[in-house]
């Protein structure tokens, strides 16, 4: 039926082809929708809402337009038995949450791989040594220690380790 409204076609199924090539752009069947095109294109403001899983072996955003994954009120798992990648090639990758950032491994490493490596905004612990000694110069080199907990704090360095003088800090974690 071909109204004014809508068009209706009751049949086991239905398939669109192309003029040129003969070739299926788009088939529907009770089981299942197939969509030949090359390239599908949402252009609704909202995107493309999909009640369930969605598989494809890529996803990619338009010329000169960031891609955005998200999900708004719940979680977003990236998930596969062969590991994931992430590489930004000629930028940046930034990781930025509320709560607590985990990296775990369980059988393996986790390697931190730069030119320099940061630990920023780390508390910094006192030291006095046992000799009294005047005033000296402004201390500028410091130790990295680790509580128990695994916490990490800097301690000023001196001719041995300071750490043990400074773990005040881990009582307050």
Same mark, same amino acid.
């Given at each position: 039926?071909? %109204?004014?409204?809508? +068009?209706? !076609?009751? /049949? ?23 969509? %030949? !095109? ?10 493309? +809402?999909? %009640?369930? *899983? +969605? ?15 998200? *999900? ?18 000629? %930028?940046?990758?930034?990781?930025? /949450? ?27 612990? *006192?030291?006095?040594? *046992? ?9 500028? +080199?410091?130790?990295?220690?680790? /509580? ?21 800090? /881990?009582?307050?974690?």
């Amino acid at each position: 039926n071909a %109204g004014s409204d809508a +068009v209706e !076609a009751q /049949c086991k199924r239905f398939e669109v082809k192309s003029n040129e090539d003969g070739k299926m752009l788009f088939s529907a069947d009770e089981e299942e929708i197939i969509i %030949g !095109a090359e390239r599908l294109r949402v252009t609704g403001t909202e995107g493309a +809402v999909f %009640g369930h *899983s +969605v598989e494809t072996p890529h996803i990619r955003a338009g010329p000169s337009q960031d891609l955005r994954l998200e *999900s708004p009120t719940r979680s977003l798992t990236m998930e596969a038995p062969k590991g994931v990648q992430i590489s930004a090639v000629a %930028g940046e990758f930034r990781a930025n /949450c509320r709560k607590e950032l985990n990296l775990q491994s369980t059988d393996g490493e986790i390697i931190l791989d730069a030119g320099s490596i940061r630990l920023a905004n780390l508390p910094q612990g *006192s030291f006095t040594p *046992s000799s009294s000694s005047s005033v000296g110069p402004r201390q500028t +080199v410091y130790e990295l220690c680790v /509580c128990p907990n695994g916490k990490l704090y800097l301690s000023p360095a001196g001719a041995s380790s300071t750490c043990q003088s400074s773990s005040n800090i /881990c009582l307050w974690s």
